[in-house]
């Protein structure tokens, strides 16, 4: 409201005070009540984010009590950490293992003979590694079917000891050159990446300077064939080191690997193997932590009294003080309390046995809504069964057996028993070719390309290696290995297995289901005589099918999910028989079901979503109130302006009429004052 600044000039009264002070008489009760609402309301809404606030904390400490997988901590402890270090994953099994470790896997070194300096050539041409596995009895070297042939230009630019080395290690081919000076001299070290006997290594000189790729001259000094004779005849190299698999034995059982990483032996399992003791055997022991369990179990307990009590500060009312919560009588917030408390007083539905409720493990609801744990029975429930305590929690499902795995579930799904019915088993898309051309088979600039398409993605054009094949299984690998690296297939995901079967070349798709398919886009005439292969498509693959529940589930790849109360249920179907597979069991924990809940409370759109709206629109409409109320002083003050105005000006009149007289009167002969 404006200020007052002339009115009482000519009356000499304070009217501009008078009117300020009626007006504010005039505002003030109405003030004092938009005060108290607005007070009242701003209250209510910090208190429902405080509220909210409780709500989100809790739920966010109960993540980790969401999966069955959660609850199991598995330990596994190795009988001499010297030997070997194991580590579990959730799949691991307890039990008890005894351990040898007989021998470590190697790499393969080969050395050259020395050299004056790194700077010496040593010759130009190509270097040409194949991997495999050498047999001293037969004296064979067969090929590793998974690795492709690699081959290294060698030219005038870097054909000295150090120029091949860098040569070799810049082509990432899985081998590893090094120089060492053994005080004779500088000797090229070449040792395949990966340990294994199957990564042996063949090395192949081609284009030697000299005209002979075998002799112990020119760049032919790097050959090695393990085959040969000796030096001079393509063995050049001397083996330092053989390559070997690492070898141990698991309960009684002998075991070879490639490498010292040593995983599928024993499930959910991993060795690392550090010293090979022959002879020695340590146990290995696998256990459950029973302590994480307990501890996951208490800690949702005191999670849960967290939230009782933040939500009892914000409704409680003290008869002693008459002090009550902003939220006291609040019916909504009793509602949700009353949801909350009777989802943790009921059973879980979809479970079985001596572990359905709270109250089976030891914890009651006290007369305040908190929650009280006997520890003892907590810890008999745990010692007996912790995987039960764990399904109490989380979600779960139970599959008969172990090529059928539960997969998930949503939000509308419902926890039960079901029937699991499997009419088909999902297969992979596949492309056979026609009889491929006589071995060895030469790859030239001719018959070296091929498009193809996997999964519906189409790769740019394929080059496979130049040069000589002597087995399918060779070529196989060069086929796998350069599709996989294509890089529109690498970029969409997709990938495929080659195996040369019956004289034909067999390409599959890594992917199961109907999306699964290959197909042959572009082969020269040359490459379709030589491979095999034709432009065409292969035999696409198909989904699982089956019920869950008795009703037809939707099958995707080897995943079939439910409908109608199954709906959402998924498992993975991973092979076995066709028929009946007996029955998931499925149920949604204690900590999923309160997720879910406290979920629909804070979403958008929800109860205490709409009270906050509510009350954020009542703060509008007081300060609307305010404006309104403010507009109406304004006019009042307007008219007791004008009143006063009036009046001021009536009283000056007065004044200066009665100033006039008395000049008048004054000036009347005989008029004057009487002496005292």
């Known amino acids: 409201m404006p200020g007052i600044s002339s009115l009482g000039i000519g009356s000499g009264l304070d009217l501009a005070g008078l009117v300020q002070k009626l007006v504010a008489a005039e505002g003030q009760a109405a003030s004092a009540r938009f005060d108290r609402r607005e007070a009242k309301f701003q209250a209510e809404l910090s208190a429902l984010g405080l509220f909210k606030s409780a709500l989100s904390d809790f739920k966010s400490a109960q993540q980790e009590l969401l999966s069955i997988t959660d609850f199991q901590t598995i330990s596994a402890e190795s009988g001499d950490s010297d030997l070997y270090t194991v580590t579990a994953d959730t799949d691991a099994r307890v ?7 007989q021998s470590l896997a190697r790499s393969q070194k080969l050395a050259s003979k020395a050299f004056a300096s790194d700077a010496d050539v040593v010759g130009s041409g190509t270097l040409t590694f194949r991997f495999g596995t050498y047999d001293s009895g037969t004296n064979t070297f067969s090929a590793n079917a998974q690795k492709a042939i690699q081959t290294v230009n060698i030219d005038p630019a870097n054909n000295t000891l150090s120029g091949i080395r860098d040569a070799v290690n810049d082509a990432d081919i899985g081998v590893r050159a ?10 090229l070290v070449f040792s395949s990446v990966d340990t294994g006997a199957e990564n042996s290594l063949e090395i192949i000189v081609g284009s030697d300077l000299d005209g002979n790729n075998q002799d112990d001259a020119g760049l032919s000094q790097l050959a090695y064939d393990p085959t040969a004779a000796g030096s001079g005849s393509g063995k050049n190299l001397t083996e330092t080191v053989a390559a070997a698999d690492a070898k141990l034995v698991v309960d009684g059982l002998t075991i070879t690997r490639s490498e010292n990483i040593v995983e599928g032996v024993i499930q959910g399992i991993t060795f690392n193997l550090k010293s090979a003791a022959p002879g020695t055997t340590t146990d290995l022991t696998i256990t459950k932590e029973s302590a994480a369990v307990t501890n996951k179990v208490k800690q949702f307990v005191d999670d849960f009294n967290t939230l009782i009590d933040s939500l009892d500060d914000l409704s409680h009312y003290n008869a002693d003080t008459g002090q009550a919560g902003p939220l006291f009588g609040d019916s909504s917030l009793r509602g949700i309390e009353s949801r909350i408390r009777n989802l943790l007083t009921n059973a879980v539905s979809g479970l079985s046995g001596a572990v359905v409720s709270l109250a089976d493990i030891g914890i009651t609801t006290e007369k305040d809504g908190t929650l009280k744990l006997d520890s003892s029975k907590l810890q008999a429930a745990v010692d007996t069964d912790p995987d039960a305590v764990a399904r109490l929690f989380s979600e779960s499902g139970t599959v008969p057996d172990s090529l059928l795995r539960f997969s998930g579930s949503e939000n509308q799904s419902i926890p039960g028993n079901y029937a699991i019915n499997i009419t088909q088993l999902a297969t992979q898309g596949a492309y056979s070719g026609a009889a491929a051309g006589a071995f060895p088979l030469t790859l030239d600039s001719t018959n070296d390309t091929l498009g193809i398409k996997v999964d519906g993605v189409d790769s740019a054009t394929i080059h496979l290696s130049q040069g000589s094949y002597n087995t399918g299984a060779e070529l196989a690998t060069e086929l796998q290995q350069k599709i996989n690296s294509d890089l529109s297939l690498a970029a969409a995901g997709v990938s495929v297995a080659v195996t040369f ?31 095999g292969l034709s432009a065409g498509a292969g035999t696409a693959g198909v989904d699982v099918a089956g019920t869950i529940g008795g009703l037809q589930a939707s099958g995707t790849g080897q995943t079939l999910t439910g409908t109608g109360n199954a709906s959402g249920i998924s498992i993975e179907v991973l092979g076995g028989a066709l028929g009946d597979r007996g029955d998931l069991s499925f149920a949604r924990g204690i900590s999923v079901t309160l997720d879910d809940l406290i979920d629909g409370i804070l979403d958008t759109g929800s109860i205490i979503d709409s009270k906050i709206n509510n009350l954020n629109d009542r703060i509008e409409d007081i300060g609307e109130h305010r404006a309104e109320q403010s507009r109406r002083l304004s006019s009042y003050q307007a008219r007791l302006v004008s009143q006063f105005t009036a009046l001021d000006t009536l009283i000056s009149q007065l004044q200066t009429t009665n100033t006039f007289l008395t000049q008048q009167l004054s000036n009347l002969p005989g008029f004057g004052k009487r002496d005292n």
């Open 178 to 187: 090094s120089i060492v000076d053994d005080g004779t001299g500088h000797r």
């Open 501 to 531: 079967q019956s004289g034909k070349f067999l390409i599959t798709s890594d992917r199961f289901g109907s999306a699964s398919t290959v197909e042959i886009t572009s082969v020269g005439a040359a490459s379709a005589a030589t491979l």
């Open 95 to 101: 039990g008890q293992h005894s351990i040898e470790i």
